[in-house]
């Protein structure tokens, strides 16, 4: 009976250490995956900023040249500018839901790690 009592609590054991590997290993994936998409998100950013950049130069351009059409070449313009802001914040925002995702997942690491 000691035999099997024994035999028994070190299969439970091994089964929550390999559970317990799991989740760990679980948990890393899930932190590259959302280090992989900030990456992609962060450079979104870039682009974005970029092209908005342009537009603002261009804008510029419209303002400094007086032009018959000045008020029909600005429009389209200011409203890409605001559709790239938006954008843009939409992005941040995701970003630091993100960032808050990825503490959450550091901190379930650690705990993961403290059990033994």
Same mark, same amino acid.
Do not use: W
């Given at each position: 009976?000691?035999?099997?009592?024994?035999?028994?609590?070190?299969?439970?054991?091994?089964?929550?250490?390999?559970?317990?590997?799991?989740?760990?290993?679980?948990?890393?994936?899930?932190?590259?995956?959302?280090?992989?998409?900030?990456? =992609?998100?962060?450079? +979104?950013?870039? /682009? *974005?900023?970029? %092209?908005? &950049?342009?537009?603002? $130069?261009?804008? @510029?351009?419209?303002?400094?040249?007086?032009?018959?059409?000045?008020?029909?070449?600005?429009?389209?313009?200011?409203?890409?500018?605001?559709?790239?802001?938006?954008? =843009?914040?939409?992005? +941040?925002?995701? /970003? *630091?839901?993100? %960032?808050? &995702?990825?503490?959450? $997942?550091?901190? @379930?690491?650690?705990?993961?790690?403290?059990?033994?």
């Amino acid at each position: 009976m000691q035999k099997i009592k024994h035999y028994l609590n070190n299969t439970v054991k091994a089964c929550v250490q390999n559970f317990m590997y799991f989740r760990t290993a679980s948990a890393y994936k899930r932190l590259a995956d959302i280090n992989g998409l900030k990456n =992609i998100k962060q450079n +979104e950013i870039k /682009l *974005l900023t970029s %092209e908005k &950049e342009q537009l603002q $130069i261009t804008l @510029e351009t419209y303002e400094i040249k007086p032009t018959e059409h000045l008020k029909n070449n600005r429009q389209p313009l200011i409203n890409k500018l605001n559709t790239i802001d938006n954008d =843009i914040d939409e992005i +941040e925002s995701l /970003l *630091l839901n993100l %960032e808050e &995702e990825k503490r959450n $997942i550091q901190y @379930e690491i650690l705990l993961l790690s403290n059990v033994k």
